[in-house]
């Protein structure tokens, strides 16, 4: 309920704000302060902008603690879905699958179409008073010379375009703070969030353009054309050349995000948008009275980034790296088994090859699970890109080159995260429907990993687990489908079938060249036949050309691995607290001695450009010196527990059949042959299911089928592949639904449609 009061404080302001008049109001005339500035403007946005925001944030973190404890302490899975009414079905009903913003849920629509309403409800409140006044020969002259009410009016409206323009910028730090308590409060992951953070960002430079042209026009047309250029450095005076600064470092960002540059130009995209801090920090020089609208979502920003920056000083082991058939290539890393992060199937980490590039960071999403004793974190690469394409290559050099005894680079890793979800939202569908194209296989495999686990681990109990789940997995090529061999389904669970749990697998193969079949001729004579396939029957190709390297460290006598830090923005909620709400305190502390000692007196014409800095600085040392020296005990207390238990690997060569560490590491391959030979008809897939060969699946028929089988119930559909696959997907989703939100009758049936796609 405070969560719910302090969010509403914060949106109440943009109905009812004082504005034009707040100097003279009884908050300035009764609360007074040198420490915190209460007066006028500056008062109430300190109150009912950043006081909600400090507050939101705190109970965040009490409420995550408390949900992480809870769970812990439960013994039963998540119930499965149900007819009753869920609020959560607001977030997994496609209300507009082809939508120019991709797909649109209910949710996604109604949180657009309440952004609108409290801006253009505040614009037109606002533009209304001021025209009124304007109209009535009231409205109070501030600089410049005296012009018509038709010009004074373009200059409120381009005014309020900026004004409004603050509030996407305040609310556009959140969702790109990956580890941020709001996100992880209302579950939303980071991977989803950055849609918000994108369309937020076109609504700003929407406004500030806006803003921008208007003025711009405004001081042509009122022969004012040199304070386009100039720096009001008095008092809380707009410098309008910062302002121009920003507006353009703004634009800059904005085209080259595009995606027609930022797949193509990667690494441009990457720097360019780090042009962010020039845009922030001229908007305080151009307005730096609005600091307090937006400083706290900042000062979170920049905490989620020092923690990120402390995790990755750490170079992770790449344990082992091999090259699949279809030239994905699978990474392992090394991770901490104590190491006091979230463990989720759908986890997304953030990587630097330094051996590759010193620059590149990339997301990739894990085929581990959620497993205690996993020492090791899964990635599958496939090789697009010239990142990707120059890792095969060195890959390929190591594997040349593996009699020397030297290794030729050293393979370590910088590694961010993981960002997930913590709901396990999977498994409260008895039916899951997993739908995934080319390396968007790779999620499905950790969440069958992680229902399999389940299973084994509660043999004898009675849970709620998925029953029935049906992959369907499109591929370009018959070699991406040996993907699905990197899930040990026997190793797992051997009996998995006998405990009610049906898998089946239902694959794609849409090319239609018969070159891509010339190892296949049992595919090939079936060629766009579209007749299924038994997948028993595909083994793989009989030669299959394996790239491999494992790391020194596993191969001497005895080697400590670096596994990932758990020094992290998802790391141990107590920390992590901690360093967040300390920062903000020292943020205030420092804000409130420098109003004291440094501005001292508001009525002095202390410059805008200083006060500028006074908040940065503020800012920065908050962060760097309150929740650094918490940063830095949380540091010593975990090299403390590492040295008490110091993990060593036994050598690669042991031949120990016990138990031990080096058993999570060591490859499944021969090191020292890049060819492995498989005699044919000895290599099978374990999985139940069909190949279908040179076309794509008719979803509408797929659809039907399914909700013939699943009448009554709510089936969970998870979709990991292209825009246009999600659309589709999502389109069936929404027309089979028999009914929005509550089920009408026993035979009614309900598609809850959920994206697992990460495209930045």
């Not at 003279?24 to 302060?33: A, C, F, G, R």
């Not at 109150?47 to 949900?67: D, E, H, N």
Request: aromatic content about 14%; overall charge neutral.
């Amino acid at each position: 309920m405070l969560i719910a009061a302090a969010c509403l404080m914060w949106v109440l302001y943009w109905f009812f704000s004082p504005e034009p008049h707040a100097d003279d109001d009884d908050l300035s005339n009764n609360t007074q302060s040198r420490f915190f500035r209460t007066d006028g403007r500056e008062g109430y946005s300190l109150i009912y902008q950043t006081l909600p925001w400090v507050v939101v944030v705190a109970l965040s973190f009490l409420v995550i603690g408390l949900r992480s404890v809870l769970r812990k302490k439960e013994t039963k899975a998540v119930s499965k879905g149900n007819g009753t009414f869920k609020i959560s079905r607001l977030c997994t009903y496609p209300l507009w699958a082809r939508s120019p913003f991709g797909v649109l849920t209910a949710s996604d629509f109604l949180i657009v179409i309440a952004f609108l309403f409290i801006t253009f409800y505040h614009f037109g409140r606002r533009t209304h008073l001021s025209f009124k006044e304007i109209d009535a020969g009231t409205v109070m002259h501030h600089h410049g010379p005296i012009v018509s009410k038709r010009w004074q009016k373009v200059q409120y409206a381009s005014y309020y375009f900026g004004t409004i323009s603050i509030i996407p910028f305040s609310l556009l730090w959140i969702p790109v703070s990956r580890g941020s308590p709001l996100l992880r409060l209302i579950g939303l992951p980071f991977e989803h969030a950055v849609r918000y953070h994108i369309w937020l960002a076109v609504f700003m430079m929407v406004f500030v353009s806006l803003h921008s042209i208007g003025y711009i026009v405004f001081y042509m047309r009122t022969d004012q054309t040199s304070r386009v250029t100039s720096w009001d450095t008095i008092g809380e005076k707009c410098s309008v050349v910062a302002g121009l600064v920003a507006w353009i470092a703004g634009l800059v960002v904005w085209l080259t995000s595009l995606s027609f540059f930022r797949r193509r130009w990667y690494e441009f995209f990457f720097a360019i948008h780090h042009l962010y801090v020039v845009y922030a920090l001229f908007w305080l020089y151009h307005a730096v009275w609005s600091y307090h609208f937006f400083v706290i979502p900042m000062l979170l920003f920049f905490v989620d980034r020092f923690l990120r920056f402390l995790q990755s000083r750490t170079l992770v082991d790449v344990v082992s790296a091999k090259v699949l058939e279809s030239n994905a290539i699978e990474l392992r890393l090394a991770r901490n088994s104590n190491d006091g992060m979230m463990r989720n199937a759908l986890s997304t980490w953030c990587i630097q090859l330094p051996s590759i590039s010193r620059i590149q960071w990339h997301f990739f999403s894990s085929s581990s699970t959620n497993q205690k004793d996993e020492k090791e974190v899964i990635i599958i690469i496939k090789p697009l890109g010239s990142w990707t394409r120059r890792l095969h290559k060195v890959l390929a050099d190591n594997s040349n080159n593996h009699s020397s005894s030297k290794c030729p680079f050293s393979f370590k890793a910088r590694v961010e995260g993981a960002y997930n979800d913590e709901s396990d939202f999977y498994l409260r569908y008895a039916s899951l429907i997993l739908v995934a194209g080319g390396i968007g296989i790779t999620p499905f495999l950790a969440i069958l990993k992680d229902i399999l686990y389940r299973y084994a681990r509660t043999l004898n109990k009675d849970l709620d687990l998925p029953t029935s789940i049906e992959l369907f997995y499109c591929v370009r090529t018959p070699e991406e489908l040996s993907v699905l061999k990197e899930l040990d389904m026997l190793n797992i669970l051997s009996s998995f079938k006998e405990l009610g749990l049906n898998i089946e697998i239902h694959s794609y193969i849409t090319s239609n060249q018969r070159d891509h079949y010339q190892a296949f001729p049992y595919l090939e004579n079936n060629l766009a036949t579209n007749k299924g396939i038994d997948l028993s029957e595909y083994g793989g190709l009989d030669k299959v050309p394996t790239l491999s390297y494992t790391s020194p460290s596993l191969k001497n006598e005895k080697s400590v691995v670096n596994g990932i830090s758990p020094i992290s923005n998802v790391g141990e909620t107590f920390w992590v607290a901690s360093i967040t709400i300390s920062s903000m305190v020292g943020y205030f502390v420092l804000s409130g001695l420098g109003n004291l000692y440094i501005v001292e007196d508001y009525t002095k014409n202390f410059p805008n450009y200083n006060r500028a800095h006074i908040v940065v600085a503020c800012v920065v040392l908050g962060i760097l010196v309150f929740g650094g020296i918490l940063a830095a005990i949380w540091y010593i207390i975990l090299k403390r527990k590492s040295e008490d238990h110091t993990s060593t690997i036994l050598p690669f060569h042991t031949k120990s059949t016990s138990t031990s560490p080096q058993s999570q590491y060591a490859p499944s391959i021969d090191l020292a042959t890049t060819l492995e030979t498989i005699e044919s008809g000895e290599r099978h897939f374990l999985w139940k299911g069909d190949i279908h060969i040179g076309g794509r699946p008719d979803w509408q028929d797929v659809f039907s089928h399914i909700k013939q089988k699943c009448r009554g119930m709510v089936v969970g559909v998870l979709v990991s592949g292209s825009e246009s696959m999600q659309e589709d997907v999502a389109a069936q989703c929404g027309k089979h639904s028999s009914c929005f939100l509550f089920q009408k009758g026993d035979e009614d049936i309900i598609f809850e449609y959920h994206s697992v796609s990460f495209d930045l």
